[in-house]
């Protein structure tokens, strides 16, 4: 079995998210895992200097996806016994043979050079597309069995349908394109988790589209 995992950006900067991270991954059935960094801070960056420069949507895509390669060394080094993979037939093979591997990966390479290979939902290069999307893809791509959105809010109470939470900005709105790739799909926020201790609880953060 494989999890994929989005580690949302609004996660990067918390100083308990390593502790909180770890206790909640070994909560779960125990699965090959590959867990794929949001751009956080760092793509909100690029997105206000794109507005402010009128930057091209593909030109900024393209920037995210690098934050997200930045993000995705810093997430490697906070994960226990966590390798980092940015090759895509490195993954693959690791997957193959490791039945329990936990691996940090860094989709760049393969978003721009070998996501076209494959069938499926291809992503657009633009700001629809954030790290859920992205998640989502090498999810579809690598038949994963379940895919887990962690974030620091809630869903929308009166969720009913995909298409609702990408309405609000819970997730991006390419992510409704995947809803029938085969893959069960969880949305957790790792700031609530049930099993935290009170003192990493705080309050629920606003949901911003970040990758």
Known sequence: ???????GGSLLNWPELTLALETWLNEQLPVSTV?????????????EMSSAFSVDDERAHWL???????????LAGLVTKASFIADFSDLRCRLSIDKSARIVFDANH????????????????????????IAARIAEVLKADELVLLKSADPPATWTTIDELAAAGFIDPT?????????QRRFVNLRRSTNCPASWKGESHRHSQVR
């Not at 978003?111 to 069938?119: T, Y």
């Open 35 to 47: 867990l794929i960094a949001g751009g956080g801070r760092l793509v909100d960056v690029i997105r």
């Open 64 to 74: 995210a996806v690098d934050a997200m390669s930045i993000q995705s060394r810093l």
């Open 175 to 183: 992510f409704p394109g995947f809803d029938k790739c085969g893959f």
């Open 110 to 133: 393969f978003l721009r050079h070998e996501e076209h290979q494959f069938p499926g939902c291809m992503l657009s290069h633009d700001w629809s597309v954030t790290s859920d999307s």
């Open 1 to 7: 079995m494989i999890r994929v995992i989005k580690v």
